[in-house]
């Protein structure tokens, strides 16, 4: 059973950046797509970005582009989503997830098989 734990949200003003970070233990991590997403209070989980097993591909929501970039480090298990340039309306709760099937790269939450606890992220104005 993968364990996902999500690091390094907190607050930050309009402009900053925050780097989060999902670490996975106790799976096959190497060979499965990777996700995040985010919820914000009364609204719908939506499709941040995501990263295949190689690192070589990688999808983002049209609202992040340009400003979020996401990694993976096959050695440490870790993946890695750099957001610069952050915005009130970036926050929310930022989930990993992680799923087996390629068709998990086109952010539907139901490809992916196991999430982490989140962690908050808020932008101030």
């Known amino acids: 059973q993968l364990h996902l734990v999500e690091s390094g949200g907190g607050l930050v003003q309009a402009g900053g950046s925050l780097r989060l970070s999902c670490v996975a233990s106790?799976?096959?991590?190497?060979?499965?797509?990777v996700g995040w997403f985010r919820q914000a209070p009364g609204k719908e989980r939506e499709f941040v970005s995501a990263i295949n097993w190689n690192g070589d591909t990688t999808r983002y929501a049209d609202s992040v582009k340009g400003r979020f970039t996401i990694s993976r480090d096959k050695a440490k298990n870790t993946v890695l989503l750099q957001m610069n340039s952050l915005k009130p309306e970036d926050t929310a709760v930022y989930f990993c997830a992680a799923g087996p099937r390629f068709l998990a790269m086109d952010g539907r939450p139901n490809e992916y098989d196991y999430w982490g606890q989140g962690t908050q992220v808020t932008v101030s104005s």
């Open positions: 106790r799976g096959p991590f190497r060979t499965i797509i």
